[in-house]
């Protein structure tokens, strides 16, 4: 995690950058999505379920998921992986059942298998050498029929700006928009520079990357765009399983 984007998040604390970041219709939309398609999918899973949460950070993913999920005869095993111990803290404060796991989810070295995967804007945040890798590690880290569920925004260079202004433009009002503005304007910056990790991909390359690592999707749904993009760009919901 760079410096600038670690000072802001000691600043604010994890709890109000859960704030900022549920005041944004995109993030909303995403999570509301990842919950319903989990529950569909965890209806036709075993009894013992593993669930890894890829880049947890607040265990966000998670807890949109499981929180105030009607009771099942299911049990769950949650892990989270982040490189920010910190946040880990964190994310198990809120969801105590979490086993951390403080490791760079393109380095860390994992031996168990997981029933559902989770990895919610994660993939962006790895560099462009890197993002191969990571695909490779998720299907390590998955038992066969697995899940893997992303969420991601898929964008080129050209349309990040027109995108987070959008996101802007809609912001819910309250005490944490101006921080949550000033983070976006943050996530707005080139991608090629050192100043922050957020390197914006197409959906193309993103699908490239995990078809070639052994993905198969199952399921593509766009779940927030401005109407200025193409279909291919915006805030992205991918169900996938490994290829035959």
Same mark, same amino acid.
């Given at each position: 995690m760079?410096?600038?984007f670690?000072?802001? $998040?000691?600043?604010?604390? !994890?709890?109000?950058?859960?704030?900022?970041?549920?005041?944004?219709d995109?993030?909303?939309?995403?999570m509301?999505?990842?919950?319903?398609?989990?529950g569909?999918?965890?209806?036709?899973?075993s009894?013992?379920v593993? #669930?890894?949460?890829?880049?947890?950070?607040? =265990? /966000?993913? %998670?807890?949109? #998921?499981?929180?105030?999920?009607a009771?099942?005869?299911?049990s769950?095993?949650? #892990?989270?992986?982040?490189?920010?111990? @910190?946040?880990?803290?964190?994310?198990?404060?809120?969801?105590p059942? $979490?086993?951390? @796991?403080?490791?760079?989810?393109?380095?860390?070295?994992?031996?168990?298998?997981?029933?559902?995967?989770?990895?919610?804007?994660?993939?962006h945040h790895?560099p462009? !050498?890197?993002?191969?890798?990571?695909?490779?590690?998720?299907r @390590?880290? +998955?038992k &066969?029929g697995?899940?893997?569920?992303?969420?991601e925004? +898929?964008? =080129?260079?050209?349309?990040?700006?027109?995108?987070y202004? =959008? #996101?802007? !433009?809609?912001?819910?009002?309250?005490q944490?928009?101006?921080?949550?503005k000033?983070?976006?304007?943050?996530? /707005? /910056?080139p991608?090629? %520079?050192?100043?922050?990790t957020?390197w914006?991909?197409p959906?193309?390359?993103?699908?490239?990357?995990f078809?070639e690592?052994?993905?198969?999707?199952?399921?593509?749904?766009?779940?927030? !765009? %401005? &109407?200025? $993009? &193409?279909?291919?760009?915006?805030?992205?919901? $991918?169900?996938f399983?490994?290829?035959?």
């Open positions: 760079d410096e600038w670690s000072h802001f $998040l000691m600043q604010l604390g !994890a709890e109000m950058y859960d704030e900022i970041q549920m005041l944004r995109d993030y909303r939309a995403a509301t999505t990842l919950h319903r398609q989990a569909r999918l965890l209806h036709n899973k009894k013992e593993s #669930v890894l949460d890829v880049a947890c950070g607040t =265990a /966000m993913a %998670t807890r949109s #998921v499981f929180d105030k999920r009771a099942t005869k299911q769950f095993r949650f #892990v989270g992986l982040d490189a920010d111990h @910190k946040l880990l803290e964190f994310a198990q404060s809120k969801w059942s $979490l086993t951390e @796991k403080c490791a760079d989810m393109v380095q860390a070295e994992i031996e168990e298998r997981f029933d559902l995967i989770l990895c919610s804007f994660a993939y790895v462009d !050498a890197q993002k191969l890798q990571l695909c490779r590690n998720l @390590k880290w +998955c &066969p697995g899940d893997l569920l992303v969420l925004i +898929c964008l =080129a260079e050209s349309q990040v700006h027109a995108y202004e =959008a #996101v802007k !433009a809609k912001l819910q009002r309250g944490a928009s101006d921080l949550c000033r983070f976006l304007n943050w996530t /707005m /910056m991608g090629d %520079t050192s100043a922050n957020e914006k991909v959906q193309a390359r993103l699908l490239k990357d078809s690592a052994g993905w198969e999707l199952q399921e593509s749904q766009r779940v927030w !765009a %401005t &109407p200025s $993009l &193409p279909p291919e760009a915006g805030c992205y919901y $991918l169900h399983r490994l290829s035959s």
